[in-house]
């Protein structure tokens, strides 16, 4: 796999270096053709015609050279990439300077030249002008071309939508909002100094490095950061460094992981050499974009801006509506990272907006946050002060309405302004829905609309929240639209107001047609009365929008929302949208974009962007990228669950390369991943649909490099290696559409090894799940790394380690992570940010082992080869208790599910507990052989696993120690033990190099589990359990998907040959007593005993695919017994020689069976008949060419014999199979002798029938 990937690397650089010797080519032959022009004028002096004779010599020498580069094969160049760009960048430095030097040559001769004729002169003066600026217009191309080189390979995610000119945004009205308007132009204006920002002592640090402005939903915060932000671009010099503005209707744009990219990206923009500086980060780091808030703004922007700080000038970043961004962490992520380099931005200002939600109040409290940072709270500006500039607004806008109408100019009067002005509490969203309102083309007159406003405002008259009075606006808008509906109407409206309320990215009204499967227009006549809630756009390419948030959170709460008609259910709506996606999904088909080659590289495909435009219109790449999402929040009604099962059965592979081309292929991975994790949970998802979403998940994973850099491989070489028995391959291999027969030598299922994390300098010594099972910490030698948990991508490092980590702990919460290090040290990060809190002393040496109590408060418990075991408080970071009585080396300490009691592995060889309430021992549970390497606690508290260095896992009884089961199989110390969530299996890493996964019940082995190449000193569960993470000695985490492996189940009879039916519910073996034993595999109880088995060697067990019918080879026999019985129903014999194998159709009670006699006898199994016998001329058919005679094949063969048939089956059909069954790398024709003989007997007749 690692060589795909190399090979992948090598292409993409390929074919960028083609592109730019292309570019090279092009000005080179500009500039040769203007310097031939002046040469055959006949004109030029002898002396400025060498100059111009030395630069085309060089001119040509380059092109030519680049000529020959161009023009060699593809593999050719892959295999020279490094060598051709750095020939690359050097022609450029040598065409630079030729250029230079032509140039001052030039110049230097004009100006010592004397000619005797003027017209000589003014000719050559003219000349070397144009020259000049041809020269110098052809070297800043090359400048640029240099620098598109560096920037292409830094190329920065971004939100573009996000920036403050990209959506119709108004700003504040003259003569509104001077008050705070100047205290902003004042602080952005007003210097501050580098060393003041230290300095957390002072309540107030004037001037302040970040500006906070907060207010309530509608107090208009957006039109005071868009007022500002324009400001500060139309400042000379431009001061506005970067914007971000937050909307919750726009995935870009509420990217918690986009605002620090996009914001180093506009900064890069507005300082070049910043730009440079981030383009190396990138190259260093391509996923940073998905990496922790804190990691990104400490790469993309405070250490970039420690290189040009001297160059950059002063400058401000708007970061508006915080509050809208997606952020799940109880302390806003952007304000904690902050928090942590605020001193390290300078010079740069933020200015931030949001309402007051406590995430955000919390991470202003932060004291770095709170000493640098200048608030202004709007919903606190006294009334009267807001209602004037209110008034003042409504005064300027009702005035365009009266001259858009026509209208008196005695209109309004200044009692329904005041009137109006008063009813808006506050709030200018209320003042701006009402203009909207009263303006509304739809009704076309202004003073009944006013009217209606005014008289309705003794309803709010008295109420105590401002929300009540913009709640009553919005029902009386709606009211007013929409005052009796019909069913149909009623269920129209909600299906385009609820939808656009939902959708995770705006549509245009064309495009939202399309998803919802309405007719053209439609959407736009729903619309046609809501103007003054929902911004509708004239034209078909622009997008629907609503004119404020708190319009999607009144219709979405019954309490403010008291019309039930017009309340919003989110789950039933992204149920709607979720079935809309999947519909229109049928859409998808093999290359969509038409592009007919499936080598050409995404990046290499002409004009991409347009065949997208035209192939995949808004709706299908709004449904490509957001069904999972809204599949995840929806109900699975039968209509979903069909729409899903069709999607998955037809449409997957199509829809992966779909993404490829959109770039949403990483989006599309953690969208199955939440689908699956989701529909484990216990939902009525059919198992193909589950297993189909699942070989999907592992197929992007696993070739994702492939598939993300050329989409139409997923069906050639992704498909070609997938493994040959997976459900996925078997549906889709039509897709394949290969030229020649293949032979797969992939193993038949997917590697339970799905991931594979490299450390690349340092062993890993401890790895763990965060809570929710979306990352896993890791600490190693040198590091603790965050990593992505779905794809494996680096998030987050933690610093401040001295001496190598040995142990990591995430919080229950999921917001803190301990460390336990070699230095004595045990210390605390935050695990969003990654900022360094706590560093606990009091050990004498190395920790082992940290764990967090399960409780809300931040205990955590360090056992140290001091011998001891230290309690500590996190929050006030204090030292509780020392837990004494181990006589070595504590080596693993873990508190219970509960948080009741603490358990304690040692090397002086004994368990013991402890009363984690009371901070007391309780008892010595169990002494051990030798070393007590890792302990841990079953969720339920009643088992206890101990992984020692007698290489055995150690399970007992919690309580008293008692039924002990000793887990021998480890050929190695056990480092690491831990149990699955359910408490039913316990995992077991060992310096055997192998994970293992044992059934806590019965002792028995379930799994083993052997990539690793070193020891493997730490393994961890998933909170949902379906994966192990394990790292190694051999600096890799590796993450194991054992959600097939769940349901298994040992039983201690032991068999010597054993079939399963083909659901998988039945279990059929032969003991090592000869019987013939039947068991239900979910229970493991014991069925029947069949009687009446052939005589003879057993050599073969199977069902028929129905299940019906189980069948026993033994000799020259076949026993057969039906449903629920014991005995026989026949016995089938006709064989002269040992029947090998057997072959069974899967539309009837049919089945085939091979011999060494050279004979094929087909047999009805139900009746227990002989049908007919076909002879191999030859030799014995062997079971490798008899292997694929199934499904289709032996349906196809008892057509024809039956009759149902005429066609005689074809004999290229299972030798393309045949030929994948064959182990190893190469075919001979012996080894396909049989399967030719075999299959190509119905068309070549060497098979003779027998009656």
Known sequence: MSGLLLVVDVVQRTGQTTEDVEKLTTHIQNLTRVLSEALERGTVPHLAGDRIDRLTSTLRRVSDDAGKLGSRGFIARALTTDQDERWLQGQIQALSWSIESFTVEKIETVMNMEFLLDDHVRFVQDSAHATHNIVKATHLAIQELSYNMEAREGCLPHAAQASFNCKDRESCSDSTRESILRDISEWVHCDYQEDSLTDTSATDVPPSQIFWLNGSAGTGKTTIAYTVAKECWNTVPRVLGASFFCSRDDDECSNLRLIFPTISHQLGIFNPAFGVAVSGVIKANPDIVYAGAQYQLDELIVKPLALVRDTFARSIVILDALDECRDTGTISTVLAALSHHVADLFPLKIFITSRPETQITMGFADPMLRSNTQRFVLHQVELPVVQADIHTYLSSRLAETRTLYSISEYWPSPEYLRALAQLSSGLFIFASTSVKFIEDPFYSNPREQLALLIRNAGRVVGRSSPSDCLDQLYKQILTLAYPELSYQQLRVLKTVLGSILHLRDPLSTVALDNLLGLSPGRVKETLLRLHSLVIVPDSDDQSIRLLHPSFFDFLTQPTRCSIPRFTMKCKEQNTLIALSCLRGMNQLTRDICRIGQPTLLNTAIPDLSVRIAVYVPPHLKYACRHWGSHLSSALLTDMVLSALDQFCAEHLLHWIEACSLLGELRGALHSIGDLCQKFRAGTQVSNDTMTLLSDAQHLIREFFPIISTTALQVYHSVLLFAPDHTLLLKKYQHEMDLPIQTYNAVDGRWSLCDIVIDGLTAPFQSVCFSPDGSSILSGSEDHVHLWDAMTGAFLQAFTGLSLPVTSVAFSPDGTRIAAGSQDAHVLMWDARTGGHLWTFEGHSQSVESVSFHPGKRL????????????????????????????????????????????????????????????????????????????????????????????????????????????????????????????????????????????????????????????????????????????????????????????????FTVRASRVAFSADGATLALLSKDNKLVIMDVSSGTHLRTLRGRPEGLITYLGFNPNGRHFVAVASRSIGVWGPDSIEPSHTLRGHAGWVVVVAFSSTGPHMASGSEDKSVMLWDIEAGTHLRTFMCHSEAVTRRAFKDLSDDKVNTLFEYINGGNKREPDARFSIKHALKDVAGSSLTSAALEGVEKLFSAFAERSLNEVD
């Open 859 to 1050: 205990i955590i418990a360090s056992g140290s080869r001091d011998n001891t075991i230290r309690v500590w408080d996190a929050q006030p970071c204090i030292h509780l208790r020392t837990l004494l009585g181990h006589s070595g080396p504590v080596l693993s300490v873990a508190f219970s599910a509960d948080g009741t009691w603490l358990a304690s592995g040692s090397a002086d060889q004994t368990l013991r507990l402890w009363d984690a309430m009371k901070l007391i021992p309780l008892r010595i549970i169990r002494r051990y052989p030798e070393f007590v390497m890792s302990v841990a606690i079953s969720s339920d508290g009643k088992h206890i696993a101990a992984g020692c260095s007698d290489q055995t896992v150690w399970i007992c009884d919690a309580s008293n120690g008692d039924n002990m089961k000793a887990l021998k199989g480890h050929g190695g110390r056990v480092t690491s033990v831990a149990f699955s969530p359910d408490g039913k299996q316990v995992a077991s890493g060992s310096m055997d190099h192998t994970i293992r996964l044992w059934d806590v019940n019965t002792g028995a082995q379930l799994l083993a589990l052997e990539k690793h190449t070193e020891w493997v000193m730490s393994v961890a569960f998933s909170a949902d359990g379906t994966r192990i993470a394990s790292g190694s000695e051999d600096r890799t985490i590796r993450l194991w998907d054992i959600s097939s492996s769940a349901g298994l189940r040992s």
